[in-house]
């Protein structure tokens, strides 16, 4: 029978959470009681150990044709473990940024990336596409992208009107859209969506779980070929509610709804959905059908953007880690999945490698590698290198350099 642990801290991050009393979801790793605690060849999950990464400076490979990137908000990994992220091309600066994109350029430098680029694992781009088409409507403010175990690519957008996503082949070749830009109808709309912040795939299910979002208050649950609503839910479960619950406060009780923006909506290998509540800095844990588990708060004296940003899980079968990506507090967070104790974290506000500014969307890949991005004017992608399991440092190691 799988176990049911309450949460519990490390002191030396107990200045960075708060916890809830419901019971936290149990994860079916491998067995840890042999495992060395403490030294690389514990199990993932064993006590005393957490991943390792260090950032890899000189991924990706630079752009071609004096491409620059915008706002970057979204990365995701497909089955090549190819990795494809979108930005804002909008996001540029004409003058100081983007001077040959305009109409009378005054300068060779530079120009705006298309906004969904792909690259191999080596770095290299090897392929770009996106904007405006015949048959769909682009988002005003394209947010997020998915890849999904067909290797299609979900896209959604945060603009006021954008209340759909859209579905397209890896090469470009559009497949679907749901919803209507500025058709939302509210939290209880059956056939809008409202501001999506990112689609995540059940691939077991054929489902796709959508953070709806930035307007909406709910998670929904989509079949992933034919788009047919199954289910949605607000915070707790609830049924969601859309009036204004004003500015976060960290003294006040737990938000009985989502506030904008639900960000995340991740499913476990082991039947449950993890949503990044960003505003509210907690991560509230589902089983599939909607019914809440548990919540665990994150650095909760966190205002403005919150932060509970994205989420991606460790590769190993259990998925025993959670990586949190924190874009206000600049920081990624290592998150033991079984207990929900925040075990470490690293990064620190910052332009060069292994820092962040706005740290926005967070994916891994097969060999447990995680690839960042950067909103605002970060305008990045970045990739940390996976180093195996080591004896936990600490609460923040700081910019994770190569050793």
């Known amino acids: 029978m799988a176990r049911r642990i309450g949460f519990f801290f490390l002191a030396a991050a107990g200045a960075l959470l708060g916890a809830c009393d419901t019971p936290t979801p149990p994860t079916p790793a491998a067995d840890t009681a042999a495992a060395p605690a403490g030294t690389a060849a514990a199990e993932p999950g064993a006590p005393g150990v957490a991943p390792r990464f260090e950032v890899d400076p000189l991924w990706p490979k630079p752009l071609p044709n004096h491409w620059l990137l915008g706002s970057a908000i979204g990365v995701s990994v497909d089955s090549r473990d190819h990795v494809w992220m979108i930005h804002r091309q909008q996001s540029l600066n004409a003058e100081t940024e983007a001077s040959a994109g305009k109409n009378s350029p005054s300068g060779a430098c530079c120009s705006a990336a298309p906004p969904v680029l792909e690259f191999d694992a080596a770095g290299n781009l090897v392929s770009s596409w996106g904007g405006p088409g015949e048959g769909y409507d682009w988002p005003t403010s394209n947010h997020g992208i998915t890849v999904d175990h067909m290797d299609n690519i979900w896209i959604g957008g945060n603009d006021v009107g954008d209340a759909h996503l859209l579905k397209f082949t890896r090469a470009g070749q559009f497949l679907l859209q749901l919803g209507k830009p500025g058709a939302n109808a509210g939290s209880n709309d059956l056939v809008n969506f409202w501001r999506v912040a990112k689609i995540s795939i059940d ?44 500015l976060y406060d960290p003294a006040a009780p737990p938000a009985q709804q989502f506030r904008n923006p639900v960000h995340c909506a991740e499913p476990s290998l082991d039947g449950f959905v993890y949503v990044c509540d960003r505003v509210n800095d907690r991560i509230q844990v589902f089983r ?26 460790s590769k190993d079968p259990g998925q025993a880690y959670i990586y949190l990506a924190d874009g206000l507090n600049e920081r990624i967070y290592v998150i033991h999945r079984e207990s929900m104790q925040i075990l470490t974290s690293f990064g620190d506000g910052g332009r060069q490698p292994g820092q962040f500014f706005g740290v926005h969307s967070i994916a891994t890949d097969s060999q447990g590698n995680l690839y960042t991005t950067e909103t605002y004017e970060g305008k990045r992608l970045q990739r940390f290198v996976y180093r195996g399991l080591a004896p936990i440092p600490g609460e923040s190691q700081g910019a994770l350099w190569p050793q």
């Not at 998670?219 to 969601?240: C, F, H, L, M, S």
């Not at 588990?293 to 899980?313: M, N």
């Open 288 to 313: 599939k059908d909607g019914s809440f588990v548990s919540e665990l708060r994150v650095a909760p004296e966190t205002r403005g953007a919150g932060s509970a940003w994205d989420i991606a899980f």
């Open 203 to 246: 691939a077991a299910a054929n489902e796709a779980y959508i953070a709806d979002g930035y307007g909406n208050k709910r998670v929904v649950v989509i079949d992933v070929n034919t788009g047919e609503r199954k289910r949605y839910w607000g915070a707790y479960g609830n049924r969601p509610d859309d009036t204004d619950l004003g």
